[in-house]
């Protein structure tokens, strides 16, 4: 490593958690900003990713392979609720031609 | 080497992620989507989880992200949000409130953790088949029952789907009585 990467070069566990939770905030300001659904799910994707870095970031500081298969539960759990949340989004459309959030506020049809 | 991949695909994350919540184009969207899941499978490299890294290009930034674009496609709706935001005030009440989860979350980051010592008896690297062994062996001895749950799970999510999306003959009924084109 050349001298002058020397001084930042220690990457520890804190420099990938601040990225998980700048990533987070990310996520949760899209999600509270965006009116098209299709891109709050993708913020929601967002703030999953986060927590999966997080759960990588801890594995690797204990070495603990359990950290990393608690990832494919997250995995699992974004991948029905992407499945789920896209139909819905394409049964609202049917209905009312349009993917804005404020479109659908009534609880009824 | 570790600084550089770091910082540089740190960086590309969070301007993808920026990117998602900025565009006002779904489709731009979606693949800036892409751009940050694959910097943050480079970032689980970087990790020692190489079969977490896998998965995630092949699951998140591929299956996924395909998903959205086709449903984007489908529907037709790539284009700009239509209209002024009917309620102003969330924007800013957003903004404040991103600021105090920013704080909140790199305080907790910040911190030193008392996570103590792992039993040890599942370190990252098995001697033997290396990370995906590892994490194999974890999956399907103590997780076993998880992962039976989690696949009922998901094959529900997907007959839920399936029943979600498909066009009910009621409705279309209903439509053609109406004189609606469906």
């Known amino acids: 490593m050349t001298p002058l990467l020397a001084g930042i070069g220690d990457i520890g566990r804190e420099h990938y958690l601040v990225v998980a939770a700048l990533l987070f905030t990310i996520g949760a300001v899209g999600l509270l900003v965006r009116r098209n659904t299709l891109i709050m799910f993708m913020c929601v994707e967002l703030m999953l990713n986060a927590v999966n870095l997080t759960f990588v970031t801890f594995a690797k500081a204990l070495d603990d392979a359990r950290g990393q298969a608690i990832v494919f539960f997250t995995l699992v759990v974004a991948a029905a609720e992407v499945a789920v949340g896209l139909a819905i989004i394409v049964a609202i459309f049917r209905r009312r031609q349009g993917v804005t959030a404020d479109d659908v506020d009534l609880l009824k049809g | 080497m570790d600084a550089v991949i770091f910082y540089a695909f740190s ?18 969207a979606a693949l800036s989507l892409v751009t940050t899941m694959i910097a943050i499978a480079v970032l689980f490299l970087a990790q020692d989880a190489d079969l977490v890294a896998i998965v995630q290009i092949v699951v998140y930034a591929s299956a996924i992200t395909v998903l959205f674009l086709f449903v984007i496609m489908l529907l037709g709706v790539d284009q700009r949000e239509t209209g002024p935001d009917p309620r102003r005030f969330q924007r800013g009440a957003a903004y404040l409130l991103g600021a105090i989860i920013a704080a909140e979350v790199l305080l907790l980051a910040g911190r030193e953790w008392a996570i103590g010592t792992a039993p040890g008896d599942a370190p990252l690297d098995d001697a033997q088949g290396g990370n995906v062994r590892a994490v194999a062996k974890v999956l399907f001895t103590d997780y076993i029952w998880a992962v039976q749950v989690v696949s009922v ?30």
Do not use: D, K, N, W
């Open chain 2, 11 to 28: 960086a590309l994350v969070l301007t993808g992620a920026i990117g998602v919540v900025v565009f006002r184009h779904p489709v731009y």
């Open chain 2, 153 to 182: 799970m998901l094959v529900i999510a997907v007959v839920g789907a399936v029943v979600l999306a498909r066009r009910s003959r009621q409705i279309a009924a209903t439509r053609e009585r109406e004189g609606v084109p469906a």
